[in-house]
């Protein structure tokens, strides 16, 4: 039986999406949904690899594969230590710092682990594309304002890097020639100047930049501070309003953008107020993160569920066209992307990375 797919593997908190894909074209893929009930019986994330691998490999058998013919596995890669972008093989180190979660505990921690073990049955290479922790920022960007405090490297950057190569290769350059600043706009927003293929800063997701359909974004730090300290809530409360409770859901009490397009086009005007500030707020932060490529910006990406929406990549567009083209490409695709960074690896495109020589222990 002849060697000829590769397998992607992405955990979400109570999923776990795979895919087996033969060169670029994604064969089938699936999401496995863990109902609360399975998971509830691991007291932590990262007991319930064994049940997740196993279930990957049932559906492989249920849909007539088998580990045997494949060439690689490729997994999302977790809260790592701080490291470039790239394709990484999985590595013991690398596993061993997945399961003590060294920058956090995430559903994405699982995908190397997952990986190196399906991989490893069949004596095979096991990979990891562009994490959560990719960090390519420029000293000067780590700097915050207080030094208790640093600016840290966490984005989108699997969805940012592969719509990136897609468009400069659109565009007739190589993704590592030029700058463009790619705005990933979902459930969480990270926007990014991508100098010469490096994601060189950010807006942290979960801390900074604009208020999202679930985030609040950057706040007024004093009135923060004052609700903190105000007896009102505990700190676990004031987190889930900064996270998950934030932004849209917030002022609206949904986060989902079709039900507010619904809400303005029913004339709310409340809802319509919220909405276009957040566009704007977006609008102003890709205007800043171009003066952080001095203004020699190729293009400007707007990609991500909300990029859906005409509504919102119009008034951002309005907004930002002066700088340079805005190019909308909406969704994103990791099960695409994650096979991508293995095949460049497997058709010799790119050199594998290996953590250990990246990082800094």
């Not at 930049?209 to 007896?231: H, I, Q, W, Y």
């Not at 190019?327 to 594998?352: M, Q, S, W, Y």
Request: charged share 25%; proline share 3%; glycine share 10%.
């Amino acid at each position: 039986m002849s060697r000829e797919y590769i397998l992607v593997i992405n955990p979400g908190s109570t999923s776990t999406k795979v895919g087996i894909f033969k060169g670029k074209e994604n064969v089938i893929q699936k999401t496995l949904v863990h109902s609360s009930q399975e998971l509830e019986k691991y007291e932590k994330l990262i007991d319930q690899y064994e049940f997740r691998k196993n279930m990957i490999i049932k559906w492989m058998e249920e849909e007539g594969y088998s580990t045997s013919q494949l060439i690689a596995v490729v997994g999302r890669g977790g809260l790592l230590r701080p490291m470039p972008g790239g394709t990484y093989k999985v590595t013991d180190k690398m596993i061993e710092d997945l399961r003590i979660g060294v920058q956090g505990e995430h559903a994405s921690n699982l995908g190397g682990i997952i990986a190196k073990a399906i991989a490893d049955m069949e004596n095979i290479e096991s990979y990891i594309v562009d994490p959560v922790a990719v960090d390519e920022f420029e000293d000067i960007a780590r700097i915050s304002g207080i030094p208790q405090i640093t600016r840290r490297s966490l984005g989108h950057a699997l969805n940012i890097k592969a719509v990136g190569r897609k468009v400069a290769n659109s565009l007739g350059y190589k993704f590592e020639d030029m700058n463009m600043i790619v705005a990933h706009l979902g459930g969480g927003i990270s926007i990014a100047p991508v100098k010469k293929g490096k994601n060189v800063d950010y807006n942290n997701a979960n801390e900074m930049g604009p208020f999202s359909p679930e985030r609040t974004g950057g706040l007024p730090v004093g009135d923060l501070a004052k609700m903190c300290f105000s007896g009102k809530y505990t700190f676990n409360e004031i987190k889930t309003k900064l996270r998950g409770k934030g932004g849209l859901v917030a002022y609206l009490g949904t986060n989902d953008a079709r039900e507010v397009m619904k809400r303005i086009e029913n004339g709310d005007e409340k809802a319509k107020l919220v909405f276009d500030a957040m566009a704007y707020q977006i609008g102003k932060e890709i205007g800043a993160m171009a003066t952080v490529l001095n203004g020699d910006v190729k293009a400007i990406v707007i990609t991500g569920g909300l990029a859906y929406s005409k509504y919102l990549t119009d008034y951002i567009t309005d907004m930002v066209s002066f700088i340079a083209p805005v190019i909308v490409e909406p969704g994103e695709d990791e099960l695409k992307a994650l096979n991508e960074g293995a095949l460049r690896v497997i058709n010799n495109e790119e050199t594998p990375k290996i953590y250990e020589q990246e990082v800094k222990f």
